[in-house]
């Protein structure tokens, strides 16, 4: 399994996608976890999602959008994590 966070711009700042996607011919399933910091001078503030997700072979798949809103000097790090049987087995951030 790959993944990746995608990065979308909107009029108050962006949304930020967790994805994943099989490259396999068999099916894959797992768990996965999104979570986002955001730091700056209003404060800090954070945003985790959590699920379970199932793939067909050659599937791509959005788990889960998230809005955030910035201001200048904000710093914004997301963190995607990806677990099938036990095992991390991707892992993106931005």
Same mark, same amino acid.
């Given at each position: ?41 209003? %404060? $800090? ?6 699920? #379970?997700?199932?793939?067909?072979? /050659? +599937? @791509? ?9 910035? %201001? $200048? ?6 963190? #995607?994590?990806?677990?099938?049987? /036990? +095992? @991390? ?6």
């Amino acid at each position: 399994m790959k993944c990746k966070i995608d990065k979308q711009p909107t009029a108050r700042g962006f949304q930020l996608s967790g994805v994943v996607w099989s490259e396999t011919a068999a099916p894959g399933s797992g768990r996965y976890r999104l979570s986002i910091l955001k730091e700056g001078a209003s %404060g $800090r503030s954070s945003s985790m999602q959590e699920g #379970l997700f199932a793939l067909e072979p /050659g +599937e @791509e798949q959005r788990l889960s959008t998230v809005s955030v809103s910035v %201001g $200048r000097g904000d710093n914004v790090n997301a963190t #995607l994590v990806i677990v099938s049987e /036990g +095992e @991390e087995v991707c892992f993106a951030n931005i």
